[in-house]
């Protein structure tokens, strides 16, 4: 990628001196015009091209200026903006443009974008504002952001809370050489020449259609009942499944041995993996952040419980057991506990306590677990979040 770098660079600058000398020439030629008398020359007319910049991938500064920049020249087919805690880059998006956040919806769609300069006559002109984000943070930074309502910015993106598992050292090596041959074959892929260079268009087969039609309809059937940031979530389903579809294709594509061209349709396959992908998993995790963010320690609470009833496939709960063996987040006390269980049991996750069999001066308190929440496990985390979410409100 920095092949031609650095003769582009040596370009624009005998460009930029030119034009230097140009301007300076006609300077000269205005004063020796006034001294005569005579009407001056008009000015040159030159626009000064923007600087060439290194071929980019990835970038941190996310001031829109520099990003426009990179786009317009170092990052033609679009940028990975990388940030460690996404919630600065949010809060400060208009910090210093007053369409800051504007810019960052528009970045979603891939289309052509203008920015106008105070300090340049001519504006940045990017024929495709296609910037992709990745980063992470804190639940409760973002409920604070989730109090300032919701314009589209958090609907299109992505989420992902899995829940943790067992720290464990890899005991074999990546196969990175090969990784690096296979995702070179995308770098490789180039724009369709112009002027101006413009994407390849990669349609899909008209049994995929069928597929993204149907998805389409009970994505629109869900939304009616679904909380105010989930309708977000299902509103962009569909942009996010042909999204996935393509970028499935293309994985597939690199991942194979051989000299093969790349995909040119969006086949049933693609398209069927990528709906299952947003379904199955990406909208139980929006469901999941949004419900987790926003409810109270209470609901959060017994969201943690169900969870460890579904996780270890317990039949009955004794709280005395979850306080002294068990030590789940939040649920320190028996105070904590018993809370979450009466959350529960109106949820119809538990079935209220009974006395059991005396140990001493004390009665155990156990609570039986409704033998049909074990049955159909797929969507976990959304039936949680809803049925705790519904008792509490």
Request: hydrophobic share 40%.
């Amino acid at each position: 990628m920095l092949a031609d770098f650095p003769d582009r660079l040596q370009s624009w600058q005998a460009g930029m001196a030119l034009r230097s000398a140009t301007r300076e020439h006609w300077r000269q030629q205005a004063r020796d015009a006034a001294r005569r008398g005579e009407i001056a020359p008009p000015p040159p007319l030159m626009v000064a091209p923007l600087e060439p910049q290194i071929p980019r991938l990835r970038q941190h500064d996310v001031t829109i200026e520099k990003v426009a920049e990179l786009l317009a020249d170092a990052a033609p087919k679009g940028l990975l903006i990388v940030r460690d805690e996404l919630l600065g880059w949010i809060q400060g998006m208009s910090a210093y443009h007053a369409g800051g956040r504007s810019f960052w919806i528009e970045a979603y769609g891939g289309r052509s974008y203008r920015i106008e300069r105070k300090s340049e006559l001519h504006p940045i002109s990017i024929p495709r504002l296609a910037v992709a984000v990745y980063g992470g943070t804190q639940p409760d930074k973002l409920a604070r952001l989730l109090q300032d309502g919701e314009d589209g910015l958090l609907g299109r993106m992505l989420w992902v809370w899995p829940e943790p598992i067992p720290f464990r050292l890899g005991q074999r090596t990546p196969r990175a050489d090969w990784a690096v041959r296979a995702l070179d074959r995308l770098r490789e892929l180039d724009l369709h020449a112009g002027p101006p260079p413009e994407a390849a268009r990669v349609p899909l087969t008209e049994e995929a259609r069928r597929i993204l039609e149907h998805f389409g309809r009970d994505m629109q059937k869900q939304q009616p009942s679904a909380g105010r940031f989930s309708r977000a979530a299902l509103g962009k389903a569909r942009g996010h499944a042909l999204r996935l579809s393509l970028i499935l294709e293309m994985l597939w594509w690199c991942g194979q041995d051989g000299s093969s061209p790349p995909p040119t349709r969006i086949c049933s396959r693609g398209l069927a993996t990528a709906t299952e992908l947003i379904s199955n998993y990406f909208l139980q995790m929006a469901e999941r952040v949004y419900a987790d963010t926003s409810n109270s320690t209470r609901q959060r609470n017994a969201a943690t419980l169900a969870r460890w009833i579904l996780e270890t496939g317990a039949t009955e709960v004794h709280i005395r057991h979850l306080q002294r063996a068990v030590r789940l987040p939040g649920l320190r006390t028996a105070a904590q506990i018993r809370e979450a269980a009466v959350a529960l049991v109106a949820a119809g996750w538990l079935r209220p306590p009974a006395p059991t069999a005396r140990f001493g001066p004390r009665k155990r308190v156990c609570l039986l677990v409704n033998p049909a929440i074990h049955h159909g496990r797929q969507g976990r985390f959304g039936a949680i979040s809803r049925s705790v979410h519904n008792v509490a409100t």
